[in-house]
Structure formats: structure tokens, C-alpha cells
């Protein structure tokens, strides 16, 4: 079955750094898009960033470009984001995507909590 396994969330000061990582199973990864998605406290979940199967191309949400990298390591079945210059309203939990029609399937989440 599709198993997303997100790690690397955690508590990070104003401006700091963090690196998550998503280990995906059960499916063909290297077939598929990956996307992340964040979820705050009241707020709906919207998508951060999304990247292709060959990851040529991506995408970002408007208020993480220029500061989130997303990636992924294709022999390793595992997706990234690098999210760098980070602000208290970064604070969120982050889920792993994959879209396998008719279905879309979710990690557990990753917490990330930025504060000083």
C-alpha cells in the first residue's frame, strides 16, 4: 500500500533553516508528481510546492517563492523542501502528496514551529 513518511519538521528561530523529507513506498515513485502541503492552526491546508516525476519542473505557492526549494531523489523514493529564511507564519504542519487517480494520499505530517 502507499506508505509517505514525512520527517525533519521541528522548532527553528525567525530566518532559520529547515530540510524535510518525505520517504515514499508502495508505489511507483519516479511515475508521479510529489507535492507538499502545510496545514496551520484554523486555516485550511493549501499547497507549498509541487514537482514533477523527472523533477525538471516546479511549482510554489506565491508566499514561499523565492525561499522553498522543493526536490527529489528519484533512486531513493524520497521528495525534499528546503525552506530557508523562515517566518513565524511558516508555522504549520507539512504533509507529503501523491495523487494516484482516483485517489490522493497523505503522510502523517511534520511539524514545523517557527518562533523565537
Known amino acids: 500500500q502507499v506508505q509517505l513518511v514525512e520527517s525533519g519538521g521541528g522548532l527553528v528561530q525567525p530566518g532559520g533553516s529547515l530540510r524535510l523529507s518525505c520517504a515514499a513506498s508502495?508505489?511507483?515513485?519516479?511515475?508521479?508528481?510529489m507535492s507538499w502541503y502545510r496545514q496551520a492552526p484554523g486555516k485550511e491546508r493549501e499547497m507549498v510546492a509541487v514537482?514533477?516525476?523527472?523533477?525538471?519542473?516546479?511549482n510554489y505557492a506565491d508566499s514561499v517563492k523565492g525561499r522553498f526549494t522543493i526536490s527529489r531523489d528519484n533512486a531513493k523514493n524520497t521528495v525534499y523542501l528546503q525552506m530557508n529564511s523562515l517566518k513565524p507564519e511558516d508555522t504549520a504542519v507539512y504533509y507529503c502528496?501523491?495523487?494516484?487517480?482516483?485517489?490522493?494520499?497523505w503522510g502523517q505530517g511534520t511539524q514545523v514551529t517557527v518562533s523565537s
Open positions: 502528496n501523491v495523487r494516484i487517480i482516483p485517489s490522493r494520499y
Open positions: 508502495g508505489f511507483p515513485f519516479s511515475r508521479y508528481a
Open positions: 514537482i514533477i516525476n523527472s523533477g525538471t519542473s516546479t
